[in-house]
C-alpha cells in the first residue's frame, strides 16, 4: 500500500483524532488554562510517537512548553528538515457568538468547527499525518525530520528565543518548513514570502498632580490630553506618511519586479472597503494599499486614554493621557531602533508644560523576508503547483510571527510558509473552522514534498 492509498483508508481516524486535539482548550492567554496547553503538548508528544517518530519530548520553558521529536535515519547524505507549528490557540470569548461551543468541536458541511481547528491543531496535525504515512507505508521518511512544536505561539513565543538558543543543536536543520500558514483560496495557493515586524509601546502625557475643574483651571496650565493629541499629530503627514526622522532609513525599497509580483495578486478594492466598511482607502503616498498592507511599515494608535468617559459631562482637566502604539515593521528595520527613534520624536514634540514617559511594551518581532532564490521554497512552490494545478501566488503578510526570526536568528534558515488554512476560517474570531477537504490535501502535499527533498539529497 502506498501513503496516498494510506491516506485515503485512515481519513476517518484522522477526523476524529483532530477532535480529540481540537477539544482541549490550550489557551495560552489564560492562566487557568496552563495545565491545558500542557496536555495538548502531551497529546503532541503521544501522537508524534504513535505516528513512528523517536524521541518525543514535552519540554518546559519559562512559560508554556514546547514539542520535539525526530526521525534521524534518512542518512547524512539527505536533508534534515524541520517542521514547526503550535498547539496554543487564542481565547474564544466572546462565546455567545459561537454557534457550537468553541471546545465541543462539530462536523458541518465538509468543516470542522472549534477553536484552534484552523489555526493551528489542524494545520500543525496535517505534517504529522504525512510523516505516520510514509513510516507505515514504507518503513522509512525520505529525509531526516525534526518537528518543533510550540504551546506560546498566540502571546507572541515569549520564551521562544532563550529556549531555541540553549536547544540550537536538537533544533538544527538544512530547511525549516511552518505548518502554520494559509493558502490563498481553496482552489488557489500562495508562498508568503515576507512577514512584518513589530514594536509595541505607550506614551504618557503628564500634567497637574490630578484632575482638575477646567473652568478654574483651563488656560493656567497645560492640558495633556490636548498635548497628546497634538504630539501623536505630529507623527504622521495629513496624507499618511510617518513623520518620525529616520523611521524609514532603514527600509529595503521595493523593486520592480517585487512591486510586480505583487501586481500580480488579485485585488479588488470595492471588495476590500466592503469588508472593512472604511469609506476610502488611506496610506502612504506613492504605494497601492496593497503595497502598503504587505510591504511598507505602519504607526498605528490602537488606544487613547484619558479624562472623563462615561456619560454625560464632566468639566474636568485631566492630568494624564496615554496612547498604546504599534508599528508593523519591515526588512531591514529594528523594533529597538523604532522605539528609540519614536522615544526621541517625543522629546523633541512635546509641547510645553507637561511631561511624557515612553514606554517600550510586551510583544515584538523582527521582520521576516526570504531572499530571492530560496532554495526550499521554489520546491515548495514545485509541490503547490502539482497539487492545486496552478503556480502559487507570491504573496507578503501584514501579520507577525516571532519564531520565524528566531529561528534565523539562531539556526541561520528562512521558514517556508506551508500551512492549508484560509484567512476566511474565522481565526481569532468565534466560529473558527478548518476545511476538511485542506486538511487532506495538505497531507498529500507534506508527503510529496518530502519526497521531493528525498530526492534531492
Not at 461551543?101 to 505534517?127: H, I, N, Q, T, Y
Not at 520592480?256 to 472597503?273: C, F, G, H, M, S
Not at 504599534?326 to 509641547?351: G, K
Not at 526550499?376 to 507578503?396: M, N, S
Request: hydrophobic letters at 45%; proline letters at 7%; glycine letters at 10%.
Amino acid at each position: 500500500m502506498g501513503w496516498q492509498d494510506y491516506l485515503d483508508r485512515e481519513q476517518d481516524r484522522f477526523v476524529a483524532e483532530l477532535i480529540d486535539f481540537v477539544r482541549i482548550p490550550s489557551v495560552s492567554a489564560k492562566p487557568d488554562n496552563a495545565a491545558d496547553v500542557r496536555r495538548a503538548g502531551e497529546w503532541v508528544a503521544a501522537r508524534l510517537t504513535q505516528a513512528g517518530l523517536e524521541h518525543a519530548e514535552v519540554l518546559p520553558t519559562a512559560g508554556h512548553p514546547v514539542v520535539c521529536a525526530d526521525w534521524l535515519h534518512a542518512g547524512p547524505d539527505k536533508p534534515t528538515v524541520l517542521i514547526y507549528g503550535h498547539f496554543d490557540v487564542q481565547p474564544a470569548e466572546p462565546l455567545e457568538l459561537w454557534t457550537s461551543p468553541p471546545f465541543a468541536p462539530e462536523l458541518r458541511d465538509g468543516k470542522l468547527w472549534g477553536r484552534g481547528a484552523s489555526d493551528d491543531k489542524g494545520g500543525m496535525f496535517v505534517p504529522i499525518l504525512a510523516l505516520e504515512a510514509l513510516l507505515k507505508t514504507s518503513g522509512r521518511l525520505p529525509v531526516n525530520v525534526k518537528c518543533f512544536f510550540e504551546g506560546q505561539e498566540e502571546i507572541g513565543s515569549p520564551d521562544l528565543p532563550p529556549f531555541v538558543a540553549a536547544n540550537r543543536a536538537r533544533l538544527e536543520a538544512d530547511m525549516i518548513f511552518s505548518a502554520d500558514g494559509l493558502q490563498w483560496a481553496p482552489d488557489t495557493p500562495q508562498i508568503v514570502l515576507a512577514l512584518k515586524g513589530l514594536v509595541s509601546l505607550e506614551i504618557t502625557v503628564s500634567g497637574a498632580r490630578s484632575d482638575l475643574h477646567s473652568g478654574l483651571h483651563g488656560g493656567g496650565i497645560a492640558n495633556p490630553a490636548m498635548a497628546l493629541a497634538q504630539l501623536l499629530a505630529s507623527m504622521k503627514t495629513a496624507d499618511g506618511k510617518i513623520a518620525v526622522a529616520g523611521f524609514y532609513d532603514d527600509v529595503v525599497p521595493l523593486s520592480e519586479d517585487e512591486r510586480a509580483q505583487i501586481a500580480r495578486v488579485p485585488y479588488d478594492e470595492a471588495a476590500y472597503l466592503a469588508e472593512t466598511g472604511a469609506p476610502a482607502p488611506f496610506g502612504e503616498p506613492g504605494y497601492t494599499t496593497r503595497e502598503r498592507l504587505w510591504a511598507r511599515p505602519t504607526l498605528d494608535i490602537n488606544g487613547l486614554t484619558s479624562g472623563w468617559q462615561g456619560a454625560g459631562t464632566k468639566t474636568v482637566l485631566p492630568a494624564r493621557a496615554s496612547a498604546k502604539i504599534t508599528c508593523r515593521l519591515v526588512a531591514d528595520q529594528s523594533p529597538e531602533r523604532i522605539f528609540e527613534l519614536i522615544r526621541a520624536h517625543v522629546a523633541a514634540h512635546l509641547p510645553a508644560g507637561v511631561t511624557a514617559e515612553v514606554v517600550q511594551l510586551p510583544g515584538r518581532a523582527d521582520p521576516f523576508l526570504v531572499p530571492g532564490g530560496h532554495n526550499a521554497t521554489a520546491v515548495a512552490a514545485e509541490i503547490l503547483t502539482e497539487v492545486y494545478g496552478k503556480a502559487p501566488y507570491r504573496t507578503r503578510a501584514g501579520g507577525s510571527i516571532p519564531v520565524m526570526t528566531t529561528l534565523f536568528d539562531v539556526l541561520g534558515v528562512h521558514a517556508v510558509m506551508f500551512g492549508f488554512s484560509h484567512d476566511d476560517e474565522n481565526l481569532h474570531a468565534p466560529d473558527e473552522f478548518f476545511r476538511l477537504d485542506a486538511f487532506r490535501l495538505g497531507q498529500t502535499a507534506y508527503c510529496r514534498l518530502l519526497e521531493r527533498l528525498g530526492g534531492m539529497g
